[in-house]
């Protein structure tokens, strides 16, 4: 049972590369969240999805562009990255057919990402 | 707006004695509270869970917590601490009457339990 999973786990980049993140979850489940984890911080949303075809951005969105083309995929972008994106990104989803925002959240073991 | 405080970085207790950990949130409406715990390099995990009802709830691992409207709390606590909950442990709120999809986090306490 994968439940989420993300790729890469480690990660370092030169300012002005580009890169991706990738989640995939096997769950079914119609949201899913990219977050950031910064020390002293904790999570803050970056982007979400509730369904294939559907994204919004969430508390700290810019410098990130994601798609959400089938419910499995939910891959997190990076145009062009600086060192201020230099974090630990976090995949979650959640089933919604549970209720409305009731249900727990599934974590991916993470993305540790620097820039340079 | 939503916010959740989680006053103390660090929390330290001896093994064996009860533990608190502490949280209060700030929402326009009624909230879903959620504690959540993230083990040294893996993804964070669902402890527990308040939506409704019985204001004190009981979650995995022994753990519980007990939502207070008046004083918008919801500190998780634990009778008796094991070594092996040495964590960090995060709140998130969100706000019932939010038409986002938003969980607010906050930035998380050290739980450190000292054989």
């Known amino acids: 049972n994968a439940g989420v999973t993300q790729t890469p786990k480690f990660q370092v980049l030169k300012t002005g590369q580009s890169m991706t993140l990738q989640c995939a979850q096997d769950?079914?489940?119609?949201?899913m969240s990219w977050y950031r984890q910064d020390p002293g911080m904790g999570l803050r949303l970056i982007h979400y999805?509730?369904?294939?075809?559907?994204?919004d951005q969430g508390e700290v969105p810019n410098g990130y562009n994601v798609s959400r083309s089938t419910t499995e995929d939910f891959p997190l972008r990076l145009l062009s990255a600086a060192p201020s994106q230099t974090s630990v990104y976090f995949c979650a989803s959640r089933s919604m057919r549970q209720g409305v925002w009731t249900g727990e959240l599934f974590f991916g073991e993470g993305s540790r990402l620097t820039v340079l | 707006a939503q916010s959740v405080a989680q006053p103390e970085d660090q929390v330290n207790v001896a093994e064996g004695n009860p533990l608190t950990v502490k949280c209060t949130y700030s929402?326009?409406?009624?909230?879903?509270l959620f504690w959540y715990v993230q083990y040294p390099n893996r993804g964070l995990q669902f402890l527990l869970k308040?939506?409704?009802?019985?204001?004190l709830v009981k979650g995995s691992y022994g753990f519980e917590a007990e939502f207070n409207k008046s004083q918008t709390s919801f500190h998780l606590k634990k009778p008796s601490a094991l070594v092996s909950d040495s964590a960090l442990y995060f709140c998130?709120?969100?706000?019932?009457?939010?038409?986002?999809?938003?969980?607010?986090f906050g930035s998380g306490t050290r739980l450190l339990v000292r054989p």
């Open positions: 929402v326009s409406g009624n909230p879903y």
């Open positions: 999805s509730v369904g294939a075809g559907i994204t």
């Open positions: 769950m079914n489940h119609e949201y």
């Open positions: 998130a709120v969100r706000d019932r009457m939010d038409s986002s999809y938003k969980l607010i």
């Open positions: 308040y939506i409704t009802g019985d204001n």
